[in-house]
């Protein structure tokens, strides 16, 4: 079946740190692949997608690239902000259409200033 | 626009009420979707609608009821819950076909079960 294995949490980074959120996958075909960003208290919000090998998802500073090679799309930011600090999920869609979205554990991050 | 929304944003209710949650979205979206959340979890799916019609059912207990009035509206009627569905609410809403699929969630509704 599908499954997304995500580096375990919480992460404590300092403002202005580069950032790396692991995320392995494990699926038959091409999924899509996603990251969602979730604030305290708040849904789920759309960070960035790639939906085949080698694309490069990027928004608000952060990217990630799909690789079929290693199984991987894992995030980074350059420079990360004390507004960054959340939730991130990272996420597969297996097939077309309507199919369901399978999720990591998910990742705490929480920058301090 | 991405825009999904839901009401309401809290709810609180007994063992014994029947409630409603609305999800509503403009986007022209033809699927939609309910997931259950609970706390340091990652979302579960519950149903899925595609063109109005249900066609995911992740075998969720009969207490919650999914209705689909239309393609921009989504309700979750829940009647005789327990305190263990007390949880976070999300709706989500995707074109519905093709290999962008991407699904855009609402903010959630918090339901307590007292």
């Known amino acids: 079946g599908n499954s997304v294995t995500q580096m375990e949490g919480p992460v404590t980074l300092s403002e202005e740190a580069f950032l790396t959120i692991n995320c392995t996958y494990t699926a038959t075909g091409y999924p899509s692949l996603f990251w969602y960003v979730q604030y305290p208290g708040e849904g789920l919000q759309l960070l960035l997608k790639?939906?085949?090998?080698?694309d490069k998802g990027s928004n608000k500073g952060f990217e990630a690239t799909y690789r079929k090679e290693t199984t991987s799309f894992h995030l980074e930011k350059g420079s990360v902000q004390v507004s960054d600090s959340a939730v991130y999920f990272c996420a597969l869609r297996r097939g077309f259409g309507n199919e369901k979205l399978t999720f990591g554990t998910g990742t705490r991050l929480t920058i301090i200033p | 626009d991405t825009e999904v929304t839901q009401t309401p944003k809290h709810l609180v209710m007994g063992m014994t009420n029947k409630k409603s949650l609305k999800c509503e979205q403009h986007?022209?979206?033809?699927?939609m979707y309910w997931y259950k959340q609970k706390a340091k979890k990652p979302p579960e799916l519950m149903f899925v609608?595609?063109?109005?019609?249900?066609?995911i059912n992740e075998s969720v207990p009969s207490r919650f009821s999914p209705e689909c009035p239309n393609s921009s509206l989504l309700n979750l009627h829940l009647h005789a819950l327990q305190p263990e569905d007390s949880a976070l609410y999300l709706c989500a809403s995707s074109q519905g076909s093709g290999w962008e699929e991407t699904q855009y969630f609402g903010p959630g509704t918090r339901l307590l079960v007292l």
């Open positions: 790639a939906t085949k090998a080698d």
């Open positions: 609608y595609s063109y109005e019609k249900l066609s």
């Open positions: 986007m022209g979206h033809r699927a």
